[in-house]
């Protein structure tokens, strides 16, 4: 599993979705955990889950800096986990948010109005000389964007990191576009 990174090197990665008790501290005792072993974290999202008493925590993680496994056992000795999923990329759908402002004259906002309607982008404020816009999508559809906005003047630029979730298998997508099949699939 690679992934591109923005200063050029292609990085090894793997993905967690970790399931927590919603509680104060277990962000914390995750971030420490990591720090404390050396394992490298590329991006992290943590938001509530589908039931309110737990929390989702997605990472996409170094495994040149430890072994996936390794991190998945360590992760279990912590007492507010409730489960682990290893993401394969290929069979998980992945989406990430981006930010960005970026300096805009006149002449330029034709342009900027062009690359966001390419890459399905929003517009979300214009100023007098810079425009603000919003991207979510698969992380290198944003790394794409970026590397484009690149040939003007970022004045801000943030990213979300991933989130992520295993792909339906096609029989539950079947089920679930056409709820009246009552589990019947062709």
Request: without cysteine.
């Amino acid at each position: 599993m690679t992934a591109f990174n923005p200063h050029g090197k292609s990085l090894n990665h793997g993905i967690l979705s970790v399931l927590v008790q919603n509680r104060p501290g277990v962000l914390a005792r995750v971030a420490s955990l990591f720090a404390r072993r050396g394992y490298n974290i590329f991006s992290l999202a943590v938001a509530p889950a589908e039931d309110e008493s737990q929390s989702r925590i997605t990472m996409v993680v170094d495994l040149e800096s430890a072994p996936l496994d390794q991190m998945v056992k360590q992760l279990f000795k912590l007492v507010d986990v409730v489960k682990i999923s290893e993401l394969d990329p290929r069979r998980s759908i992945e989406r990430e948010l981006l930010l960005a402002t970026v300096e805009a004259d006149t002449d330029q906002r034709s342009e900027i109005v062009e690359l966001v309607k390419i890459f399905e982008a929003k517009i979300l404020a214009v100023g007098s000389d810079a425009v603000t816009m919003s991207l979510e999508g698969h992380p290198d559809k944003l790394d794409d964007f970026e590397e484009l906005l690149d040939s003007y003047a970022i004045v801000e630029l943030q990213r979300t990191g991933r989130v992520a979730l295993p792909k339906l298998d096609r029989a539950t997508r079947l089920r679930a576009a056409n709820p009246n099949q009552k589990g019947q699939v062709s």
